[in-house]
C-alpha cells in the first residue's frame, strides 16, 4: 500500500473503532511478544467467525482517546519489526503468520499496523496452545461454542471444490488429462453403459466434465492439484501445492514434487530407493525374495495423503525415506473413526475432508472410496512377511503413516512363511509383539495356547518353540529372563575378586547380560534393585554414598 493507502485505510478503522476484528494499542517499547501472540490468536479467530479476510492489531493509537499518539515498538527498526511474523508463527499453531506488516509515518507519529488472516475454515488458531478470543473490547478463552462453531466448518466447506475463477484448460497438464482419459476408461470398461466410441468423441472439457473434474465446466483448487501444470501452481497460492521427498540415511537428498500429482505421485515413488531383499527360511535353501516396498501399497498410501490432507493449512505432503522405514506424513486429523476401524471392517467411510477429490481420484482409478486401503496394506505387509504398518496420530491435526521396508525380528518373518494359516489378528498382535508394544490378555492368551509367545506381561516374546523352529535359539536366550540369583552370584564374585566394587563396575558388569525386553532406564534400574535386594540378605554393604562408594561383602 501506498502512503495515502494506508492514511486513509487508518482513517476508516479508527471510525469504526475497535470490535472482535480490530484492536488500537499504544504499542509501547516493552510490548511483549506473548501479547502480540494472544491478540493475533483472538482476532484470527473472531476474523473467522465473522467471515472477515483478515483482522488488524495497530500500534500507535491511543485506545482511549482514539487518536494517534505513535509508537516507539522496536524503536523504528523496521527488519526487527518484520521479524515479528517469524517469532510469532513459532508459537501459533497452526502455521499462519501476518500477512503483511504495514509502518505508516504518520503526521502524529509512527503507526505499525499488523494484518492478521482468518483463521483457516475448520480450524481455531492457537498461541502456545491456548485459543483465544474477543468480547467486545476484552481479550478472552475461545469458548467451546466457538471453538465448536469453527471446526464445525470443517464438515461443510470443500476446499478441493473452490473453483479458481483465472483458470482455464490452458493451466491443465495435456499428458496428464491423456493419462487421465487412459486410467477412466479402465475403471468404466466393466459398466455395461459404458460407451467407448461415444467416450472417444468427447473433447478434453466435457471428459473432465463426465470424470467429475469440473464443476459446472469451471476448474477447481482440486482439478489444478491432480492435473494442473507445474507452472500453474501459483494459482493455488497461499497453499504450497507440493509433495516432498525426503531421504534421511547416511546419504541426505530431497527433492519437491509439483502438480499434476495424477503424475508426479508416481515420480515421487520412484525417488525411493527399492531393492529385492532375500528372508532364508530353515531348513531350506531357496530363499524368498520380496521387494523392499510394493509399489501399489505405497502409492495407495501416498494417494490416501493426496485425497485426505487438510489443505486449508497450507502445507506439504512428506515422505521422508530411512533406511528401513517409509514416513508419510499428512496434514489434518484422522477425519472419521480411527485406522484399525478399518482393518477390522468395522467402519465404512460416510464422509470426507475433500468429497470433491476423494470423488475424482476414485473416477481415476488412485483409491477406493470404501476403505479398504489400510486392511489391504496390512494383508500386503503379512503376504509379504515384513512388519505391519503403523499410524501415529499422537501430533494433534496431523497423521504419520510408517511403512517397513526391513525385518524388525527374524523370528516373526520366519514365522509367518512357516505358518500360513494365522488370522490377520493373530498377526497383528504378533507384530505388536516383535514391536514391544502391548497386547490384549484375552490374545495374550490365545496365543501362549497355541505356544507362539511366552514370557510375562508385558514383555512377551517369541516362544522357545518357534525360536528353535526358526533357528533364533541365541536370540531367545539373549532376551529370556533370567533368574535374579544368577546375577546376584555374578556381583558377589566380582566383590570377592578385589574385595570390593563400585557401582560403575557392577552396571558394566550386569547391565550388558540384561534382557534386551529392557531400555536403558530399566536396566540400570534393575540393577539398583538387585543391590538393595543383596542388602537387606545381609550379602552386602555399601561404603561411601558418593559416586565413588564402594560395595563389599558382609
Not at 109 to 120: E, N, T
Not at 190 to 215: C, G, H, I, P, Q
Request: charged content about 25%; proline content about 4%.
Amino acid at each position: 500500500m501506498t502512503h495515502d493507502d494506508l492514511s486513509t485505510l487508518l482513517d476508516d478503522l479508527i471510525a469504526t473503532w475497535e470490535n472482535e476484528v480490530i484492536e488500537f494499542k499504544r504499542g509501547k517499547k516493552e510490548f511483549s511478544l506473548s501479547d502480540i501472540g494472544q491478540y493475533f490468536s483472538a482476532l484470527s479467530n473472531e476474523a473467522n467467525l465473522r467471515d472477515c479476510e483478515f483482522a488488524w492489531l495497530i500500534f500507535g493509537v491511543d485506545d482511549k482517546t482514539q487518536t494517534v499518539v505513535g509508537t516507539d515498538y522496536k524503536e523504528g527498526d523496521s527488519p526487527r519489526i518484520q521479524a515479528v511474523s517469524n517469532q510469532v508463527l513459532q508459537n501459533i499453531s497452526p502455521k499462519i503468520t501476518f500477512r503483511n506488516i504495514y509502518e505508516l509515518q504518520h503526521r502524529d507519529g509512527k503507526v505499525i499496523l499488523f494484518q492478521i488472516p482468518q483463521a483457516p475454515q475448520g480450524t481455531p488458531v492457537a498461541w502456545q496452545g491456548h485459543y483465544y478470543a474477543r468480547a467486545g473490547e476484552s481479550l478472552v478463552a475461545l469458548g467451546q461454542d466457538k471453538i465448536n462453531q469453527i471446526h464445525a466448518q470443517e464438515k461443510t466447506i470443500d476446499w478441493s471444490a473452490q473453483v479458481v475463477a483465472q483458470a482455464k484448460l490452458t493451466h491443465l497438464d495435456p499428458a496428464a488429462i491423456q493419462k487421465a482419459r487412459d486410467a477412466f476408461v479402465k475403471k468404466m470398461q466393466s459398466s455395461t453403459r459404458f460407451d467407448m466410441d461415444e467416450f472417444n468423441r468427447l473433447n478434453d472439457e466435457a471428459f473432465l466434465n463426465k470424470a467429475r473434474l469440473l464443476v459446472d465446466g469451471q476448474i477447481t483448487k482440486g482439478t489444478l492439484l491432480l492435473l494442473g501444470k507445474a507452472e500453474s501452481f501459483y494459482l493455488l497460492t497461499p497453499h504450497p501445492a507440493s509433495m516432498t521427498w525426503s531421504l534421511e540415511t547416511s546419504e541426505r537428498a530431497y527433492e519437491h514434487f509439483l502438480p499434476p500429482f495424477f503424475l508426479t505421485s508416481s515420480e515421487l515413488y520412484q525417488k525411493i530407493r527399492n531393492f529385492q531383499m532375500r528372508i532364508l527360511p530353515d531348513d531350506e535353501l531357496i530363499p524368498v525374495e520380496i521387494a523392499k516396498y510394493d509399489q501399489r501399497m505405497v502409492l495407495e498410501a501416498l494417494h490416501n495423503c493426496i485425497a485426505h490432507q487438510d489443505y486449508t493449512q497450507n502445507a506439504k505432503i512428506i515422505v521422508a525415506e530411512k533406511s528401513n522405514q517409509l514416513v508419510l506424513e499428512n496434514m489434518g486429523s484422522f477425519f472419521e473413526g480411527e485406522p484399525m476401524d478399518y482393518v477390522n471392517h468395522q467402519i465404512r467411510p460416510k464422509r470426507y475432508r475433500n468429497p470433491f477429490l476423494v470423488n475424482a481420484m476414485v473416477q481415476l482409478n488412485m483409491i477406493d472410496s470404501m476403505g479398504y486401503g489400510i486392511y489391504d496394506m496390512h494383508q500386503s505387509q503379512a503376504k509379504r512377511y515384513l512388519p505391519l504398518p503403523d499410524y501415529d496420530l499422537s501430533k494433534p491435526d496431523t497423521v504419520k503413516l510408517t511403512i517397513y521396508g526391513g525385518v524388525i525380528d527374524p523370528a516373526f518373518s520366519k514365522l509367518l512363511i512357516k505358518k500360513t494359516d494365522l488370522s490377520l489378528q493373530e498377526i497383528m498382535a504378533l507384530d505388536r509383539v516383535q514391536k514391544r508394544q502391548t497386547i490384549t490378555k484375552t490374545m495374550a492368551s490365545e496365543l501362549k495356547r497355541k505356544k507362539l509367545i511366552e514370557g510375562r506381561r508385558p514383555n512377551y516374546q517369541v516362544a522357545y518353540q518357534v525360536a528353535e523352529a526358526t533357528g533364533e535359539k541365541v536370540s531367545y536366550i539373549r532376551n529370556r529372563k533370567q533368574a535374579d540369583e544368577h546375577y546376584m552370584k555374578l556381583m558377589v564374585d566380582l566383590i570377592d575378586n578385589a574385595g570390593y566394587a563400585t557401582r560403575e563396575e557392577i552396571n558394566s558388569l550386569i547391565i550388558p547380560l540384561l534382557s534386551n525386553h529392557l531400555d536403558d532406564r530399566q536396566k540400570i534400574s534393575k540393577v539398583g534393585n538387585l543391590l538393595t535386594k543383596m542388602r537387606k540378605l545381609n550379602l552386602i554393604k555399601k561404603i561411601g554414598t558418593t559416586k565413588s562408594a564402594k560395595w563389599q561383602k558382609l
